[in-house]
């Protein structure tokens, strides 16, 4: 049966999206979803500050009652639209085993594992690109894909957040040549995870998806798994541009893809 889902969405806890989790429901049920992934930036565990980052991720106190609203809310829509509990969490080496610690404790649908940092610095602080010349970019981008397969060996993750957001503010990052996202696309595919089409690329300098043509391509080759995240931090983007991942992922070759409940994949037909 053809599924209409959207695993990737956010909300005002975090500090920078706008909306309630209920708005996000909502729009989902007006975009004729039959299922709605609720998944936050998980707070920075990996800090004894009960809020390390202000304006990228939600208080550790917060944590419970996050995970209490959406459960709430997969009760009250039953009969309409399946709720999932997801979170976003921060692939930091250093930090695996706290995190898993933390996110054990409630019933996650799905965990998508998103790398926010490579070589100590945000891959979406702009100024880190500004004198980056194409050797530095290459020794950033073979850190990056290094990173991502490191995440995806971890097995705390379903999915695997964005794997070329590298190049949201470096666009020519996509065009540098390194077999290291090959060897990255073949560890996600022998541990079974799945990567999202996160179709809030558009919103960044590079324009389009995560990942682009290119590497979905080599994804299919070696048959990884695929999802599909807006990363909406807007309920007016709930859903976005689902029908064109579709058809843009059978023209591929892709004939089904997958979302989550209670950690295992829900694979229905493109
Ligand atoms: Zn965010
Ligand atoms: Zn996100």
């Known amino acids: 049966m053809q599924m209409k889902f959207d695993l990737h969405t956010h909300h005002q806890r975090c500090g920078h999206a ?33 809020q390390e980052l202000p304006g990228v991720a939600m208080a550790k106190l917060e944590f419970p009652a996050y995970v209490e609203e959406v459960l709430q809310l997969k009760k009250k829509y039953a009969n309409r639209i399946e709720v999932l509990l997801g979170v976003e969490a921060d692939f930091l080496p250093d930090h695996v ?21 490579t070589l100590g610095r945000n891959i979406f602080d702009k100024s880190r690109w500004e004198s980056a010349d194409a ?12 990173l991502i397969a490191a995440s995806a060996q971890t097995g705390s993750y379903q999915v695997l957040g964005h794997i070329d957001a590298i190049k949201g503010f470096c666009p020519e990052m996509a065009d540098l040549k390194t077999n290291k996202v090959d060897e990255a696309l073949k560890v996600i595919a022998k541990n079974h ?3 999202e089409v996160n179709t809030s690329g558009k919103m960044k300098d590079c324009g389009g998806w995560y990942p682009g043509d ?33 058809e843009k992922l059978k023209s591929i070759g892709f004939t089904e893809w997958c979302y989550f409940r209670e950690k ?7």
């Open 18 to 50: 706008v909306g309630e989790i209920e708005d996000y429901v909502i729009a989902a049920l007006d975009q004729g979803l039959d299922a709605i992934g609720i998944s936050d930036h998980a707070p920075f565990f990996g800090s004894d500050k009960e």
């Open 193 to 195: 995870v799945a990567i």
């Open 135 to 146: 050797s530095e970019m290459l020794k950033v981008k073979e850190a990056y894909y290094d």
């Open 214 to 246: 290119d590497l979905l391509e080599r994804a299919f080759h070696y048959n990884v798994p695929i999802t599909l995240g807006s990363d909406a931090h807007d309920p007016q983007r709930v859903g976005d541009d689902l029908e064109a991942v579709r």
């Open 264 to 270: 295992g994949p829900v694979i229905v037909k493109l």
């Open 97 to 117: 085993h706290t995190y898993e610690q933390q996110l054990q404790k409630y019933p996650f649908d799905y965990v998508i594992g998103s790398v926010h940092f």
